[in-house]
Every structure is written in C-alpha cells, then in structure tokens.
C-alpha cells in the first residue's frame, strides 16, 4: 500500500545549528500534511500543516516545505535548541484518516 | 484544562483477557482516534470517530472495538487480548473542520499481553 517514510532514522546536530528533517511520500491524493513532534514518554504534539496546494509555509522557528513533483516533506528547524530533541514524525491526510511515516530522532549536541 | 485523558497508563494482562482503554477529552472536539505506537514505528490508526453514534476503521482495527455514545469519551476495547497487541496506545482528537490535522494526544496507555 502507500504510505509515508523517512530518510534519516537518526539526525545529530549542533545547537545553534540549523536541522532539515526529510520525508517521502507516495500518496498523490494527500490533502494536507503534518508535522508532529513526540518527547521520550509522552504523547505527539502539532507543529506545523502544510495543504496539498501549498509548496511552503512557516511557523516560529519552523518551517515546512512541499515539493508535490518528487513527493517530499521537510521540516525546516532554525537556530536548534536541546529541547528541539525528540522523534519527529511526517504524516499524510485524506479526509479523516492520518498516516504516520516512521520517525526521526533528532539528537542536539551542546 | 486537562486536554485527553487516557485511563490506565500501565495495564498488564494475560493472553485471552478483555479491557477497554478509556479516553476522554474536554475541549468539544468531534473528532476523536486511537492509535498504536510499536517500538521504534510511527503510529498506525485503529479506529477513528467523527462525531457520537459514528465510527470508522482505520488501519490496524482487527481485534479492537470503539463506541461513541457521547462528544467527550471514545473507549477502546480489547475483546480478547493477544500478545500483538504489545503497544503504546494513544488517543486524539481535533476540531473536526481540521478533519483528523491537527490532533490533541493524549500521554497514552502502555500495555503489556503475556
């Protein structure tokens, strides 16, 4: 079936330094696309969606990029901090069904 | 404001017995889901519900049955527990103009099938 992955399992980072997180999809018909972030022993937390008809938009910090061409997503994170550390998960909606790719854990180094 | 609440964090059982997970939230969201997180995966949606007295199958719904009888709570039952169903279990929900976007997670529910 479709489905969303990533390309990195693991990314390490510099504090200060800027992190890019990749995601491929395969789903076409996607309506919007999410990023969620999730610390060590809790729940996802929202950090940003992008529309299907959008190619880029930015949050505090963040921003999320669209190439509709070669079915990718990333997430842009400027200026990380420690507390950016965490799995961070791509997923793809259609309607009321959300697909989660696999996660990248995102380790900053001080 | 307490967001989801997801009821037991921690349960274990044996292979055979039945529970149900409760999880309610407070913030009038029509749409709400359950999840489950296996070890180092994303996570896979087993059912998902609309609003009350509407619900849907996701992905992974074998062996797990929800009800909607009211906005606040989605309770997910195991009819008869299997070791697969080792897992995170979380809840979520959103404003159902987002659809399923931008979803509220609960801490979730760790259980353990011997």
């Known amino acids: 079936g479709e489905s969303v992955g990533l390309h990195l399992p693991t990314l390490s980072v510099q504090e200060g330094d800027n992190s890019i997180i990749n995601c491929a999809y395969s789903?076409?018909?996607?309506?919007?696309f999410i990023w969620y972030k999730q610390e060590s022993g809790k729940g996802p937390q929202f950090i940003i969606d992008i529309r299907s008809n959008m190619d880029k938009r930015q949050g505090q910090r963040v921003t999320v990029l669209l190439n509709k061409t070669v079915k990718h997503l990333s997430l842009q994170i400027a200026a990380t901090q420690p507390g950016d550390s965490a799995v961070y998960f791509c997923?793809?909606?259609?309607?009321?069904?959300?697909?989660f790719g696999g996660g990248t854990r995102l380790m900053v180094k001080p | 404001n307490a967001g989801v609440t997801q009821t037991p964090k921690f349960q274990v059982l044996k292979t055979g017995q039945s529970m149900t997970l409760q999880c309610a939230q407070d913030m009038n969201h029509e749409y709400m889901s359950w999840y489950r997180q296996d070890p180092g995966m994303g996570l896979r949606l087993i059912h998902y519900?609309?609003?009350?007295?509407?619900?849907d199958q996701g992905e992974v719904p074998n062996g797990y049955n929800v009800s909607r009888s009211t906005t606040e709570d989605f309770p997910l039952r195991l009819l008869s527990a299997a070791p697969s169903q080792t897992s995170v279990y979380f809840c979520a929900s959103s404003y159902r103009s987002k659809g399923a976007g931008e979803l509220f997670f609960g801490e979730g529910s760790r259980l353990t099938v011997l």
């Open positions: 789903n076409s018909a996607s309506d919007y």
């Open positions: 519900s609309v609003g009350a007295g509407i619900t």
């Open positions: 997923a793809e909606g259609r309607s009321n069904m959300l697909t």
